[in-house]
């Protein structure tokens, strides 16, 4: 597996080290990219993501470790177009949406359940992200590792989105093991949650 070593490097060194690496290997293959830099390390995700390419991140420490699968293709758009400063990333707001059910309004379920991952995946498009999520009953469903909004939460997560998955549901539902995203939370955490946030929406 070809490796990108991009510690110590700011943007858009990081960009045009990956996107010269995914030049040189073939499609499908893999390719490792490393970097101790927060912002850079969302801009290349964004690159990557956009064209097409299947994406894993794994932290130690201050280091970031792409795991990248080359299942797009390579576009013409510079990899400066990616260099963006904070201000133009996903600020999150004073406000918490819990997730209490695996379904978005009453009448038609299988409507609700398009709706409610419809509403999941729109969310980092929003000018102000939540602060925190909170997932509790059935709405524990969507973060666990089969969850179709899986990666989406995994990318608000990665922007600083606070994800609380609760511990008693995950117990009642057998599914502790399959948690995917965010962390077991108890309903001390989830109170704290809920109280102290300006405002709390409910899908």
């Given amino acids: 597996m070809k490796t990108v070593d991009a510690r110590g490097e700011l943007c858009p060194k990081p960009l045009i080290m990956a996107k010269n690496a995914l030049g040189e290997i073939e499609k499908n293959d893999s390719l490792k990219i490393l970097i101790d830099n927060e912002m850079s390390m969302k801009n290349v995700r964004r690159y990557l993501e956009d064209n097409g390419m299947s994406v894993d991140i794994r ?3 201050k280091v970031y470790e792409f795991l ?7 576009t013409d758009t510079p990899a400066e177009d990616y260099c963006r400063v904070d201000t133009d990333l996903p600020v999150t707001g004073n406000y918490v949406i819990a997730i209490q059910k695996d379904k978005m309004g009453a009448g038609s379920d299988e409507l609700g359940d398009i709706l409610m991952k419809a509403f999941i995946n729109t969310l980092p498009e929003a000018d102000k992200q939540p602060g925190k999520l909170v997932f509790v009953n059935s ?3 969507f973060a666990l590792k089969d969850s179709p909004v899986l990666k989406t939460l995994k990318r608000m997560e990665q922007d600083g989105v606070g994800i609380y998955v609760c511990g008693t549901c995950l117990d009642y539902f057998n599914k502790k093991d399959e948690l995917g995203v965010g962390v077991v939370s108890n309903m001390y955490e989830i109170v704290e949650a809920l109280t102290s946030a300006a405002k709390v929406v409910y899908p």
């Fill in 59 to 61: 932290q130690s420490g």
């Fill in 68 to 74: 990248v699968n080359k299942t797009g293709e390579i």
């Fill in 139 to 141: 709405g524990i469903t």
